[in-house]
């Protein structure tokens, strides 16, 4: 068991660069292989979901190796289009291999991508979406067998903009024939940036970051080199360490015109924040107040996957606030693990009630998911005492190495690994 130690109580102060962006680079990946050929990637996140994708990249035929931060794959060699469950169930992410493999082989083979702490996580849209495009799915018991005889561009319209949706109906036409109309497409960061990367490539798609996104099929790609945007959660989350130990501290090259919504309730609360080339400058030390109502909304409003962090912080400060999950039916299990540490937080499937004010102490604590375990490295921060938080292989999925980043901002953490 993995576990980090952290004695609370200092502001944070310092500057750290922010990594590349898991929720963007997935997806990049997978997209990799609709080119016959090479393509680099910089600013590539050392991080557990991306070292799963490669183990799948690999295993599927391509040629992958690591040069400091940046990864060059070659997918020529590529033969498979099938995932052994082994790999799949390790990492949700693996979903969005369905449509790169269509769109390179117009055949799929992979296991059902797991639920997850947070939620069942089905993918219901993303096969109606690929259906349109002229795909046959099989729905076995233990894994989807996709086919089609030629992707052909349709009109698919989602009644809720998911995000892994929305990138595997992309993925599966761009190589198609014809266009693929998308209505009710996801806005978010992550879609933008891989339609910037696959347009790079030579695809021919337009209207991301809007509902409706545009794919006119091409030929084939070529290879690029392309530089990963940074990480907004990430970003987010050091954000609301700073305000939970009410320190001053700087983000390098964060992606601030991501981050609005986030930017502009912490200055509601109190926070001074200050963005001058590309240096974002945080100051939390003076007086800082709650906020009476968030709702967690597809973007751009308030990312779900920065709502436990949120919660962390707002446990104490003084005032009640209402958090409303509406994304994912499971995401307040790290409220137990807060009240053990003094919070005062109530919940149901979707809403949250969080009385605040309450001093947090340190005490040994159980990270069960990624961003719940991040909302611990938060609260722990800001807390008085020693916190001890266990499985912190989850927090390695999404953070390349929290224990380091934080350190650098001037928290008092001690990485320990025991077996
Ligand atoms: C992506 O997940 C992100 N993951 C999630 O980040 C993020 O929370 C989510 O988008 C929302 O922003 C990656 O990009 C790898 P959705 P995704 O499809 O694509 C339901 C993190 O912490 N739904 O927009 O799975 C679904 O169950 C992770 O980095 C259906 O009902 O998100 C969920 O409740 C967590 N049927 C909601 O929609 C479907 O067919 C949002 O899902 C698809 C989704």
């Not at 604590?365 to 266990?390: D, M, Q």
Request: some cysteine.
């Amino acid at each position: 068991l993995e576990w980090i130690e952290i004695l609370g109580g200092q502001p944070l102060n310092g500057s750290v660069k922010v990594q590349g962006s898991k929720n963007a680079v997935l997806p990049i990946l997978a997209a990799t292989i609709l080119h016959k050929g090479v393509t680099v990637l910089k600013g590539c996140p050392k991080i557990t979901d991306v070292y799963y994708m490669i183990q799948i990249l690999e295993h599927l035929g391509s040629i992958i190796k690591w040069e400091e931060d940046t990864l060059m794959i070659d997918t020529l060699a590529l033969n498979s289009c099938i995932i052994p469950t082994e790999y799949a169930n390790k990492m949700r992410s693996s979903i969005f291999l369905l449509g790169s493999m269509l769109g390179r082989f117009q055949e799929a083979r992979l296991p059902y991508p797991g639920g997850c702490v947070i939620g069942e996580r089905p993918i219901e849209l993303h096969l109606a979406g690929l259906k349109k495009l002229h795909v046959k799915i099989e729905e076995g018991v233990e894994e989807l067998v996709a086919k089609a005889e030629q992707i052909i561009g349709g009109e698919v319209k989602f009644p809720f903009p998911s995000v892994g949706a929305t990138e595997n109906v992309i993925l599966a036409s761009v190589l198609g024939k014809g266009t693929t109309y998308i209505k009710g497409a996801a806005k978010e960061p992550e879609i933008m940036e891989l339609c910037r990367f696959l347009n790079t490539m030579g695809a021919d798609i337009s209207g991301a970051g809007s509902d409706e996104i545009v794919i006119q099929g091409v030929e084939k790609l070529h290879d690029v080199e392309f530089k990963v945007v940074t990480d907004r959660i990430v970003a987010g989350t050091y954000i609301l360490a700073a305000i939970s130990s009410h320190g001053k501290i700087t983000l390098i090259d964060a992606p601030v015109s991501h981050m609005t919504t986030l930017l502009e309730i912490i200055e509601r609360m109190g926070v001074i924040y200050q963005n001058e080339s590309g240096r974002l400058h945080i100051d939390a030390t003076g007086k800082l107040k709650s906020v009476l109502h968030i709702k967690t909304e597809p973007y751009p409003g308030f990312p779900t996957d920065l709502q436990s962090q949120f919660i962390a912080v707002i446990a104490a400060l003084e005032g009640e606030c209402y958090i409303h999950e509406t994304l994912f039916e499971a995401r307040f299990k790290v409220a137990e693990e807060l009240n053990k540490m003094g919070a005062q937080i109530t919940y149901d499937n979707h809403v949250a009630r969080i009385i605040g004010g309450s001093t947090l102490y340190g005490t040994k604590v159980e990270a069960k998911e990624l961003r719940g375990g991040a909302a611990l490295v938060v609260a722990a921060i800001g807390a008085k005492g020693i916190t001890s938080i266990k499985n912190r292989h989850f927090i390695d999925r999404g953070y390349e190495d929290i224990c380091k980043d934080l350190i650098s901002l001037g928290a008092n953490i001690i990485c320990q690994e025991c077996c």
